[in-house]
């Protein structure tokens, strides 16, 4: 079996769609159904069911799946070790960070590791912190810069790089922005615009709620705190977002009893061997943790 063929079978199988997993590979969709068609052939069996638009993985190609992510792990490992026999900090890098982290904090990192080590190919997947959490956790990503989730996984070793403070933001004109300082249960009273409570932020502030046995009013929830940001500056609701994100479009107010923050940091497997390139990576992130 050929590396190419289990790549696009794995990308396929993550991404449920052959047009998306052709654009993460860099392919024509023609290409990888032809991987794919071949890797069948080889194999004897059915690997993927087609139904509209919907692509699932038959019984043969569940099997197949944690096989083929293990294989190209310990090929990628085993190319790693014989590239670190040299002094060159060189390859491709390949890792996430949320989409908040990559526009806020990561560029001027970035731009330093880039001219350092200019042989480093970055390949960065903006996602969600919990999805990167789940890809270092199953081996398809080798290093991770997001918001640490409240409890470590075990196998899991994770970086502290920077304290996040969340502040309390409502519209200029919004009824909670009378001046003076506000209760929690002020902010039950009125509907929140959160990332969703599942999230790891939205797991900090319901801790926050539920010590209280406050209930939070949510209108709406999306994981992207920029949109968070623009609904509540047109009075939709209340939220809390990070200091480096607050500017003349909203109003950060006072809350008693009110002390949320989220930890930023990178993560990777507890059994993984870092590349050089990703050693490297994590001595600048940690040149610029406050």
């Known amino acids: ?27 024509t969709q023609p290409a990888v159904s032809k991987r794919i068609a071949n890797l069948e052939q080889q194999l ?9 638009r919907s692509v699932g993985l038959t019984e043969a190609g569940r ?29 491709t890098l390949n890792m996430a960070t949320s989409h908040h982290i990559g526009l806020h904090r990561l560029p001027p990192v970035l731009r330093r590791f880039s001219e350092q080590y ?7 997947d903006f996602i969600d912190s919990e999805k990167a959490t789940e890809k270092i956790l199953h081996g398809q990503l080798e290093l991770a810069v997001v918001t640490l989730a409240p409890q470590t996984h075990e196998q899991m070793i994770a970086t502290h790089i920077w304290h996040d403070p969340l502040l309390c933001v ?3 004109d919004h009824a909670l922005n009378h001046g003076r300082p506000l209760a929690l249960d002020d902010l039950s009273r009125h509907p929140a615009i959160l990332p969703d409570l599942s999230t790891f932020t939205g797991q900090i502030l319901k801790r926050q709620f539920d010590h209280y046995a406050l209930p939070l009013d949510v209108s709406m929830a999306t994981n992207y705190l920029e949109t968070i940001k623009m609904m ?24 008693n009893n009110l002390n949320v923050s989220r930890e930023l940091g990178c993560i ?3 059994g993984r061997t870092l590349s050089k390139a990703a050693q490297a990576f994590i001595a600048a992130l940690q040149q610029a943790a406050d």
Request: with cysteine.
């Open 1 to 27: 079996m050929e590396t190419q063929a289990l790549s696009a079978f794995c990308a396929v199988a993550q991404a449920g769609s052959f047009s998306e997993a052709a654009e993460k590979l860099h392919l």
């Open 44 to 52: 004897g069996c059915k690997l993927f069911d087609r139904i509209g």
């Open 63 to 91: 099997t197949l799946l944690p096989r083929a992510n293990k294989l190209l792990l310990e090929i990628e490992e085993t190319r790693r070790l014989l590239a670190d026999g040299s002094d060159t900090v060189s390859g």
């Open 118 to 124: 200019p042989e480093v190919k970055l390949a960065i």
């Open 170 to 172: 409502v519209a200029k």
């Open 232 to 255: 509540v500056s047109i009075g939709l609701g209340w939220s809390v977002l990070p200091e480096s994100l607050i500017d003349q479009q909203v109003v950060a107010v006072e809350v």
């Open 268 to 270: 990777y497997h507890r």
